[in-house]
């Protein structure tokens, strides 16, 4: 077998598997798109900014700072019992 006869092959099967392949349904309703435009477009357009510039910019709050802090108290004193447990462990294969 060639190099011709392989692609052709190759061909001929892909062109058979795309053709038992169901075509994908998509169900769409007109409760789906509102095409009256029933919201304020300014409001709508003020909150996609509002969230985009929050992810990009990061949020002026500083409740997250407060959460980093607790994480890393809590993975000091993770470290501690960890310390403490290999200590014991140590005195146990020694004693």
């Given at each position: 077998m060639n190099l011709e006869e392989l692609k052709s092959m190759i061909a001929?099967?892909?062109y058979n598997y795309l053709a038992e392949q169901d075509e994908?349904?998509?169900a769409v309703s007109d409760a789906d798109v509102d095409a009256d435009g029933g919201e304020d477009a300014e409001e709508?357009?003020?909150d996609i900014f509002d969230m985009l510039k929050d992810y990009f910019e990061g949020d002026d709050d500083d409740d997250d700072d407060d959460d980093?802090?607790?994480d890393a108290d809590d993975d000091v004193s993770e470290d501690i019992?960890?310390?403490e447990?290999?200590?014991k462990l140590a005195n146990i294969i020694n004693g």
């Open positions: 001929e099967e892909y994908p349904t998509v709508t357009l003020k980093d802090k607790d019992a960890l310390q447990r290999f200590k």
